[in-house]
């Protein structure tokens, strides 16, 4: 194991050490998949162009698409889960993604790209990242106010967009400024970028998770954490932020990207989707056990939810 993935394993043991996995049902990740996967594209923010080509979420596309990350340079966390990600999505869809760093802005993207990732770190700038919205709007026609401004929420997030000339998604993702960094630090900034790629290459909805009682099963649970106005870099927010959801990919996760790699639907959000998952079960629960047990993709994972059901 490379000395970074060691230490980013070692960040995750530490934060996790003296916790007890529960093993899931069946039943358990059909109620997931249908909460996070089974659903209607009603409204949005913005007005949406009837123009426009219909709304189709599917996986597949996004998680073998390009991938451009522009803004800082990559820090060793960040470079580290991005290369064991593309490989994940690689042999689960048979595909490598194309990931480039071109080391300036969005405009040196290659043009259409699937995905464009900007890295920062600090505090992010709302000039940088509505001027990336700008772009995306004249390059997929996706009609955007002409003057409105976005804000940012969160130190990590994601935005889909829908126009006429296709589909593109814009990450926003804090890494951190120095190299060296503690364990605390390797485990959140990890995770923050697991769960965005996850979420873009799946289109899963975050789960809103109110029972403390029942363990998490995947990635896209959450508890309801309040953390206004406390600093994104500050020790508080990460070990609020780490205790709101797995720290990693769970089992359940590593089994939708095979339903999503096997499946042959148009679209990934609706109860076909569901049903196709329901017919392939035990396939798609063996594909996911085998590469649940490739090591090299240990610090993707959270030890505590990587169990699958019997």
């Not at 009603?42 to 073998?64: I, Y």
């Amino acid at each position: 194991m490379p000395k970074l993935a060691a230490l980013m394993f070692a960040g995750f043991c530490l934060i996790f050490a003296g916790e007890t996995q529960a093993q899931p049902s069946r039943g358990d990740f059909l109620q997931i998949a249908e909460k996070g996967w089974v659903f209607d594209y009603r409204s949005s923010r913005f007005r949406h162009d009837p123009g426009a080509p219909p709304v189709l979420f599917n996986g597949k596309t996004v998680a073998t698409g390009g991938v451009c990350l522009f803004g800082d340079p990559p820090h060793p966390i960040s470079k580290a889960t991005l290369k064991v990600f593309s490989d994940l999505l690689r042999d689960v869809f048979g595909r490598r993604k194309t990931i480039s760093f071109v080391g300036g802005e969005i405009t040196d993207c290659p043009a259409r790209q699937r995905v464009y990732i900007r890295l920062y770190h600090g505090l992010p700038s709302g000039r940088l990242y509505n001027a990336d919205l700008r772009y995306l709007d004249d390059m997929f026609e996706i009609g955007l106010p002409r003057h409105h401004e976005e804000p940012i929420f969160s130190p990590a997030q994601a935005n889909g967009f829908f126009g006429r000339n296709g589909a593109a998604t814009h990450m926003m993702i804090m890494q951190p400024g120095m190299a060296e960094v503690t364990p605390l630090e390797h485990a959140f900034y990890a995770s923050i970028l697991i769960e965005e790629l996850f979420q873009v290459f799946t289109f899963g909805m975050d789960i809103l998770k109110f029972d403390r009682e029942t363990p998490f099963y995947s990635k896209l649970q959450e508890y309801p954490t309040y953390l206004r106005h406390v600093a994104w870099d500050s020790e508080r927010f990460m070990q609020g932020l780490l205790r709101s959801n797995p720290k990693g990919l769970c089992g359940f996760d590593v089994f939708m990207l095979h339903a999503l790699a096997t499946t042959t639907l148009a679209t990934t959000n609706t109860s076909d989707f569901l049903d196709h998952i329901r017919s392939n079960f035990d396939a798609l629960l063996a594909r996911a056990n085998s590469t649940l047990s490739e090591p090299s993709y240990g610090t993707l994972l959270d030890p505590d939810c990587s169990a699958t059901p019997d």
